[in-house]
């Protein structure tokens, strides 16, 4: 073994003891960074371990990729199973426990963006991604490498917006669109600006029904991304989220305790702006 793989199996198998608790996890997302920065062969195959490990398929996938020779017939096997993860890209990954680490590239792109108030990290929730080639804006026409896919509600089918023309308004008001049903938002913002903000100014998520969007003192909140029970064990706030009239008796904790990233009953996570207090709201395929 190389000292790549030793360093892995130490860390995997002090995730796999403890149960995946959010210091063995952190430790995990920590190297991945490390062996990011690392330009040599031997490194990148572990960081497809580690991406696998953390269950973020994309990244694993496009890692080993460019390393497999067509006569490897056993990364050749492995290169299909995680092709065929790839629905469910890296969101429904585990999650990082601190956002301390964001150096290197996801550092950069974010912070190229407009802030988004309402959806503070559109990368990991996956709805903006970063095109090898530059892609066009269908709404400004620049050619830009970041673009946006996600839910978008417009007589017109439009699929690729820069982040500009959604931070500015200007996809919203060109194709009299909007990122999230004005409908299914909760209830207790009184301020039409916060609404506009929200609809036409903010990138929207994926969920399984008609997305909907939390809210708390007397504002929308920032959506977190896409959680099960296991991630909000390991973010120690299945308490916090079942604080909450929504969720009002023992058979909603019981059911909270099915709920799987990326599974059939999904969860979204919502952090409240104001007192930071984390909301869940949760649908089904
Ligand atoms: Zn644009
Ligand atoms: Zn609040």
Not at 13 to 20: I, L
Not at 164 to 193: H, L, T
Not at 209 to 214: G, S
Not at 228 to 239: A, S, T
Request: aromatic share 12%; net charge negative.
């Amino acid at each position: 073994m190389n000292e790549y793989q030793i360093r892995y199996a130490e860390l995997k198998k002090r995730y796999e003891r403890s149960e995946g608790d959010a210091d063995s996890v952190q430790a995990l997302y920590e190297y991945k960074d490390f062996l990011e920065e690392q330009d040599r062969a031997d490194a990148k195959w572990v960081l497809a371990d580690v991406c696998e490990t953390l269950e973020l398929y994309r990244s694993a996938y496009e890692t080993l990729r460019p390393l497999v020779r067509r006569t490897d017939k056993k990364a050749l096997k492995r290169l299909g199973r995680l092709q065929g993860l790839l629905g469910s890209g890296d969101r429904f990954g585990l999650r990082r426990p601190q956002e301390g680490g964001k150096t290197g590239k996801r550092a950069a792109l974010l912070a190229a963006l407009p802030a988004f108030r309402y959806h503070p990290d559109p990368f990991k929730t996956e709805v903006f991604h970063l095109a090898d080639s530059p892609v066009t804006c269908e709404c400004c026409g620049k050619p830009v490498r970041i673009y946006y896919d996600g839910p978008f509600y417009a007589v017109e089918n439009i699929s690729c917006l820069c982040p500009e023309c959604i931070a500015d308004g200007s996809a919203a008001e060109k194709f009299d669109g909007a990122f999230q049903d004005e409908c299914s938002v909760e209830d207790g913002v009184d301020c039409p600006d916060k609404l506009d903000e929200l609809i036409h100014r903010t990138p929207g998520y994926e969920g399984w029904q008609q997305e909907y969007w939390r809210a708390h003192c007397g504002d929308y909140c920032a959506f977190a991304g896409y959680v099960g029970y296991r991630e909000l064990k390991q973010m120690n706030i299945v308490d916090e989220v079942l604080d909450d009239p929504v969720w009002d008796s023992a058979e909603q904790r019981e059911l909270l305790e099915g709920v799987v990233n990326g599974g059939s009953v999904q969860g979204y996570l919502f952090q409240c702006l104001h007192c930071k207090k984390y909301l869940l709201w949760i649908d089904c395929d």
